[in-house]
C-alpha cells in the first residue's frame, strides 16, 4: 500500500541534544512538507522541497535542518538552537503539476523535551 | 497579516444545525484551496477542495470560493456530533521555490446533542 511512513511515533529529546524526524514516502511523489503543530494551533510550516537535492525554508525554519538525498525521503533534524521543540511534527507530500491535489499525512511524530 | 486566517472557535452549533466555517488567504496568486478535518492527536484529513470560483458540492459539504475576495468557506450541513473536530483550510500558491501549502491555525467546531 502507498504511503508515507513517519518514524517515531514518539520521541523524547534531552536538552542540547538534536534528533532526527523520519519521514518516508512510496507514493513517488515530488514535494514533501514538514509542518509544526502546537496544542491547540494549525500547522506551520517548517521546510519544504519540490525536487531532490532541493528545499525551502517555510515560516518557522530556524533550529530546523532538512535533506532530500532521495525522492522517497525528508528527514528533518531538530537541532539544539531549537528552543521550544516540544511539539506534534507532520510530515505530508503532494506530486506536482497538478493543483487539485491534496497532500498527503504521514501519523505525526509528538516530540517532547526531558 | 497572516497569510490564510481563520475563526479559531470553537464554533458551536446544535445536531441538525448548519455550521458555516470561513477562511481568508492574503497571496492573491493562490491557486487551489482545500479543507481538512483533524480530530486530537490525529494527522488531517481531507474533505474537499475547489479552485474554481464558486460553490462544490460534496453530500454534506459544500465549499465556496471568492477569488475577488479571498476568502473560502466551507458549509456543513446536518450536522452530526461526529463532525467535532478542527477543520483547516489550507492554501496552495506557486511560488520562486514553486508549490507551497500554507494552512491556517484551523476553527474548532462542537456539535452538540
Known amino acids: 500500500d502507498g504511503g508515507i511512513t513517519q518514524s517515531p511515533k514518539y520521541l523524547f529529546r534531552k536538552e542540547g541534544q538534536n534528533v532526527t524526524l523520519s519521514c518516508e514516502q512510496n507514493?513517488?511523489?515530488?514535494?514533501m512538507y514538514w509542518y509544526r503543530q502546537d496544542p491547540g494551533q494549525g500547522l506551520r510550516l517548517i521546510y519544504y522541497?519540490?525536487?531532490?537535492?532541493?528545499?525551502q525554508k517555510g515560516d518557522i525554519a530556524e533550529g530546523y535542518s532538512v535533506s532530500r538525498e532521495k525522492k522517497e525521503s525528508f528527514p528533518l533534524t531538530v537541532t539544539s538552537a531549537q528552543k521550544n521543540p516540544t511539539a506534534f511534527y507532520l510530515c505530508?507530500?503532494?506530486?506536482?503539476?497538478?493543483?487539485?491535489?491534496?497532500?498527503?499525512f504521514g501519523q505525526g511524530t509528538r516530540l517532547t523535551v526531558v | 497579516q497572516k497569510e490564510v486566517e481563520q475563526n479559531s472557535g470553537p464554533l458551536s452549533v446544535p445536531e441538525g444545525a448548519i455550521a458555516s466555517l470561513n477562511c481568508t488567504y492574503s497571496?492573491?496568486?493562490?491557486?487551489?484551496f482545500f479543507w481538512y478535518r483533524q480530530y486530537s492527536g490525529k494527522s488531517p484529513e481531507l474533505i474537499m477542495f475547489?479552485?474554481?470560483?464558486g460553490d462544490k458540492e460534496d453530500g454534506r459539504f459544500t465549499a465556496q470560493l471568492n477569488k475577488a475576495s479571498q476568502y473560502v468557506s466551507l458549509l456543513i450541513r446536518d450536522s452530526q456530533p461526529s463532525d467535532s473536530a478542527t477543520y483547516l483550510c489550507?492554501?496552495?500558491?506557486?511560488?520562486?521555490?514553486?508549490?507551497?501549502?500554507?494552512f491556517g491555525t484551523g476553527t474548532q467546531l462542537k456539535v452538540e446533542l
Open positions: 505530508a507530500s503532494t506530486p506536482q503539476g497538478r493543483r487539485n491535489t491534496e497532500a498527503f
Open positions: 507514493l513517488n511523489h515530488d514535494a
Open positions: 522541497s519540490q525536487i531532490v537535492n532541493d528545499f
Open positions: 497571496d492573491r496568486g493562490s491557486q487551489s
Open positions: 475547489i479552485y474554481s470560483n
Open positions: 489550507a492554501v496552495r500558491a506557486l511560488t520562486g521555490g514553486g508549490n507551497k501549502l500554507t
